[in-house]
């Protein structure tokens, strides 16, 4: 429990450190907020303009490809806010550079510090918009869910969050090999994309492929479906199952890689 | 000056194939991104149950889509030339300017190069996808078509470096000018008709749209390369393009001179 508490303190503290040094140009601060906010409208432009020519994608109306989007979002920020940079970006370039040896030094867990190390305090303040949308997405479905929906829904968002954890953990790792892994970084940040339409867009192979093979459908697709209502239990439990596995499989590439490590620092 | 280009050029073509594997595997990712949004499109057209979408065909859709993908990944959006206010901010300017040749010619050589290597490295990719989707494309046989095309591409490549080099030589006066640019590459996106054609949107935004210089990026030479412009029409937007260029290329050469001007840098 003490323990618990130190990391957490440390977080804060990680918090107030990543505030302060992304503060330190404020117009660039909030023209980046600006930015993403405006992408976030444009996208939302973009599928009103698609649904003007169509009724529904499937399954799937307007106001429920409302709430995909804002889910998807909420996991896309929630990810960028935290990890995904430290261990897409951060990670390789400390050990391309041979700097990990001082982090490697220090009496806090190596994971934990790699992968919070920078907070992303702009995509914070740019998540507030997209908490706005996926409430005015509620409000056009009617708010029509009950207790245990949203509890599920909350439960598959976290668990996105773990399966997007390992996966980026994964990736990064190869790093302690290659030095550079950049390139499949960019190729998970597509993919990942893929999960804020509805899988209803793919026939066949492909689709059989987004939902089980890469299980993309637990990113956005599975909460959403859980708030409406519609989610088969059978592949909620498919969801929680595959991100537990792949978070043990991550952990432990992981601590191969430290293995493998050899500095590059004079 | 034409021998110093080709050499930034050689360097440039160098540099970006440094890291290969990592390099072909981001092409793949850009590839990819595009190729989800075409089963996007596929998808609708299934579900409307029409032949026709805001004015486009599911061939001319996949066409666009495809056309303006490579356009935007390879020649646009990947491109914002951040070597300019970088060599402001860190005072590496002052290196080059006591060089032989201005940093401008310098920046847009290096810019060209950079779209010209990843122009050709998208076209061997998208070739590949487009082998996949033959009886979904439109090929363009006209050659007079053809010309106006590659000349409008040319025009937007040259429009894109000068929206961006006005933002970057912004440095002089701001201490990070990337905030800027991602709003920007952000609103390009859309407004230039990468990610769908302008004719879907209602008749307000497009009119609001067509005011400023952003369309001419893809969605005017995609309209070339469809047939679904006429050519003295072509000719007018073309005049338009290069009015656009004129004043963009006078409001870089204001930000330079005034720049310069108050431009210091420190260090040993």
Known sequence: ?266 | MIRKALFIFRLVFLERSAYRVNFCLEIAGGILSILIVVCLWLAVYRFSGRAELGGFTLAEMITYLLGGGVINSFLLTTAENPETSQAIQEGSLSNLLIQPISPYWVWIFRDLAGKSFLGLIGLSGYAIIALFFTDLLVFCTDPLRLILFAVALTAAALLQYLIFEALNLLAFWIENTYGIRFTMRVILEVVGGAIIPLSFFPPMVQKAFVLLPFPYLVYFPMQIYLNKIDLAEILAQLARIAVWMAVLAALNAFLWRKGLSRYTAMGD
């Open chain 1, 1 to 266: 429990m003490k323990a618990l508490g130190r990391y957490v303190t440390l977080f804060v503290l990680l918090c107030r450190v990543s505030l302060m040094r992304q503060m330190a140009y404020r117009p660039h601060f909030f023209l980046m907020i600006f930015g993403k906010v405006i992408r976030m409208v444009l996208l939302l432009l973009f599928f009103q303009a698609v649904f003007f020519k169509v009724e529904a994608l499937g399954q799937w109306t307007f106001d429920q490809v409302l709430l995909l989007f804002a889910t998807f979002h909420m996991v896309d920020y929630l990810m960028s806010i935290t990890f995904q940079r430290n261990l897409s970006y951060h990670l390789p370039a400390l050990i391309q550079n041979g700097n990990l040896d001082s982090r490697m030094i220090l009496p806090v867990n190596l994971l934990f510090l790699s992968s919070l190390e920078s907070i992303d305090m702009m995509d914070l303040v740019s998540f507030i918009p997209c908490l706005g949308l996926l409430a005015y997405a509620l409000y056009r479905l009617g708010f029509a869910f009950t207790g245990l929906q949203a509890l599920m829904y909350g439960l598959l968002l976290m668990n996105a969050l773990m399966f997007l954890f390992a996966v980026v953990l994964i990736i990064a790792t190869i790093s302690f090999w290659t030095t550079q892994s950049a390139g499949l970084g960019r190729i998970f940040d597509d993919l990942t994309r893929i999960g804020r339409y509805p899988l209803d867009i793919f026939e066949g192979f492909w689709k059989f492929l987004f939902i089980y093979v890469l299980p993309l459908a637990l990113i956005a697709q599975a909460p959403s479906q859980a708030l409406l209502g519609s989610l088969d239990p059978g592949f909620a439990l498919y969801a929680f199952g595959c991100s537990t596995l792949l978070v043990v499989l991550a952990v432990g590439f992981w601590k191969m890689g430290l293995r493998a490590y050899s500095s590059t620092s004079s």
